[in-house]
């Protein structure tokens, strides 16, 4: 998916809390918030199913990604790489309890392509009369800007500041980038046909997508489809 260039990054606004002053207890809060906010839909229209899905964006590029690797006793292991900063951006729609995915490949971030992203998810997630979907994102600018337009069936919970370590979503980043670490590539092409091909097989793997983003406060009352 693809934006005007003068769209692709967005000023995120300002931040609501300082970094570092994170609370102990802020996953039981927002285990507690997910869960009223299933029973809320849940009574809002009894016999609809409804599924907790959450969200995040990945930023992949011609700057390596790099890791270690093995390499022989007393050698420094080599990894080619040349440092360009073009980008591409991941971003990934995913239910913990089931592992249903929903994958997008853009060149930007900003407030029309996730109105954009949040139609095509909403369209193919079946949001809507017959289902209704609960959405978990961060607070990043294009998020939160006012009048975003959101899809009928949707709802969007959004996190406590600075706290990364509470969105599932996060826990994808590793296996979307097996294909492209500690490589050279000369084209962004060449990274979006990687990165597209990765995604169309995580797709296919809901047990693996399960077994990395289902943390153990995620609520998990199971839901018909």
């Keep these: 998916m693809g934006c005007a260039p003068g ?7 300002p931040a609501s809390e300082e970094p570092g002053r994170r609370q102990p207890g802020r996953a039981g809060r927002l285990q507690k918030k997910l869960a009223e906010t299933l029973a809320e839909e849940e009574a809002r229209r009894p016999g609809r199913p409804v599924a907790l899905f959450c969200t995040d964006e990945h930023r992949i590029g011609l700057k390596p990604v790099g890791r270690r690797v093995w390499g022989p006793r007393g050698q420094r292991p080599i990894a080619l790489g040349h440092h360009r900063y073009e980008w591409l951006y991941v971003t990934a729609f995913v239910a913990p309890v089931t592992g249903e995915s929903h994958w997008y490949v853009g060149n930007g971030v900003s ?4 109105e954009g992203l949040l139609a095509a998810f909403a369209r193919e997630a079946g949001a809507g009369p017959q289902r209704a979907v609960i959405l978990l994102l961060d607070g990043a600018g294009w998020h939160t800007e006012s009048g975003l337009r959101i899809p009928e069936g949707l709802r ?3 996190l406590p500041p600075y706290t990364p ?5 996060e826990r994808l980043w590793r296996l979307v980038d097996e294909p492209i670490v500690n490589r050279h590539f000369d084209t962004l092409a060449e990274i979006q046909d990687r990165v597209e091909q990765r995604c169309r097989r995580l797709e296919a793997q809901p047990d693996t997508l399960r077994a990395n983003t289902l943390f153990h406060w995620w609520p998990q009352k199971p839901k018909p489809n």
């Design 165 to 169: 370590e509470l969105q599932p979503a």
């Design 111 to 114: 407030k029309p392509l996730f």
């Design 7 to 13: 769209d692709r990054l967005v000023d995120p606004g």
């Design 156 to 158: 969007l919970v959004y």
